[in-house]
């Protein structure tokens, strides 16, 4: 019955995610929320920065690091909010999700096979 | 971890009973604290929203059209009004962090504890500095 918490290990992506997130998020949705609308960031600019290996790097970095901090905060807000009874399939949902969000993060920045196509795809962007 | 008496062998060797005392769905509700506490563990799913729709932003940069469309769709009021919504989320994240990190973080110095004003304004002062750098990105362009 008893097992190791798996604990541990989620918690580096996890911190890792919390400061990352601390850290940039504010400014990245002023970039994109208020320059972007009142035109001091060209779209060649901002096109340019998300083509670039290293603008391409660091939102794969945000995404990965965003989605396991998330996955471990709701996972544990919906077990606080009663579902405890279902803890094991609540943890799988959540760090499978970060999984594979990081995977298709991953794929989409460094342009293996059309990941790119199929998320815009899904998104209705295309 | 130990968890103490929840997990110990009732009498007779028989198997671990463990009491769990019902909780309200709602008990969140009930203080200020417990909200704030409610409302920080959100944060993290509109933060990644907003993570995703950075990457569909990346991914729309490959080609030229779309990517204008997506550029053009910055502007509408209805992304400037999502846009806030992440922004309120993501500065309570920040501000709630930060002011926690020196109950996490104890850093010593000979003999000294370091103030938590240093540790907390550190994270500050390097939080000026990334975004000031991201601006600057940016801006230059």
Same mark, same amino acid.
């Given at each position: 019955?008893?097992?190791?918490?798996?604990?541990?290990?989620?918690?580096?992506?996890?911190?890792?995610?919390?400061?990352?997130?601390?850290?940039? +998020?504010?400014?990245?949705? +002023? %970039?994109?929320?208020?320059?972007?609308?009142?035109? @001091?960031?060209?779209?060649?600019?901002?096109? /340019?920065?998300?083509?670039? +290996? @290293?603008?391409?790097?660091?939102?794969?970095?945000?995404?990965?690091?965003?989605?396991?901090?998330?996955?471990?905060?709701?996972?544990?807000?919906? %077990?606080?909010? *009663?579902?405890?009874?279902?803890?094991?399939? %609540?943890?799988?949902?959540?760090?499978?999700?970060? %999984?594979? *969000?990081?995977?298709?993060? /991953?794929?989409?920045?460094? *342009?293996?096979?059309?990941?790119? *196509?199929?998320?815009?795809?899904?998104?209705?962007?295309? | 971890?130990?968890?103490?008496?929840?997990?110990?062998?009732? !009498?007779?060797?028989?198997?671990?009973?463990?009491?769990?005392?019902? #909780? !309200?769905?709602?008990?969140?509700?009930?203080?200020?604290?417990?909200?704030?506490? #409610?409302?920080?563990?959100?944060?993290?799913?509109?933060?990644?929203?907003?993570?995703?729709?950075? &990457? =569909?932003?990346?991914?729309?940069?490959?080609?030229?059209?779309?990517?204008?469309?997506?550029?053009?769709? &910055?502007?509408?009021?209805?992304?400037?009004?999502?846009? $806030?919504?992440?922004?309120?989320?993501?500065?309570?994240?920040?501000?709630?962090?930060?002011?926690?990190? !020196?109950?996490?973080?104890? =850093?010593?110095?000979?003999?000294?504890? &370091? !103030?938590?004003?240093?540790?907390?304004?550190?994270?500050?002062?390097?939080?000026?500095?990334?975004?000031? =750098?991201?601006?600057? $990105?940016?801006?230059?362009?």
């Amino acid at each position: 019955m008893s097992r190791r918490s798996n604990e541990p290990m989620w918690w580096l992506p996890f911190s890792g995610g919390m400061m990352v997130d601390a850290m940039v +998020i504010p400014a990245l949705v +002023i %970039i994109t929320g208020a320059l972007v609308p009142l035109g @001091l960031v060209s779209e060649e600019t901002l096109r /340019g920065l998300l083509s670039h +290996i @290293l603008g391409r790097l660091f939102v794969f970095v945000v995404v990965a690091l965003s989605l396991f901090h998330a996955a471990h905060r709701l996972r544990f807000t919906l %077990i606080d909010l *009663g579902l405890k009874s279902v803890k094991g399939p %609540i943890g799988v949902v959540m760090y499978g999700s970060a %999984i594979v *969000g990081t995977l298709v993060a /991953g794929a989409a920045a460094f *342009g293996l096979g059309d990941v790119c *196509g199929s998320v815009l795809r899904v998104c209705g962007g295309r | 971890m130990a968890s103490g008496g929840a997990t110990s062998t009732g !009498p007779g060797g028989s198997k671990p009973r463990n009491y769990l005392r019902p #909780m !309200p769905v709602l008990w969140w509700l009930k203080r200020p604290a417990y909200l704030k506490f #409610m409302v920080r563990e959100v944060t993290s799913a509109f933060i990644a929203g907003y993570a995703l729709c950075l &990457l =569909v932003l990346m991914c729309g940069a490959g080609d030229a059209d779309g990517f204008h469309t997506m550029f053009v769709s &910055l502007q509408s009021s209805t992304s400037i009004a999502l846009h $806030i919504v992440v922004l309120a989320f993501a500065l309570f994240h920040t501000v709630t962090f930060f002011n926690l990190t !020196p109950r996490a973080i104890v =850093v010593h110095r000979g003999e000294e504890k &370091l !103030p938590e004003s240093a540790i907390k304004g550190a994270h500050y002062a390097g939080w000026v500095v990334v975004s000031a =750098v991201l601006f600057f $990105i940016v801006l230059r362009g």
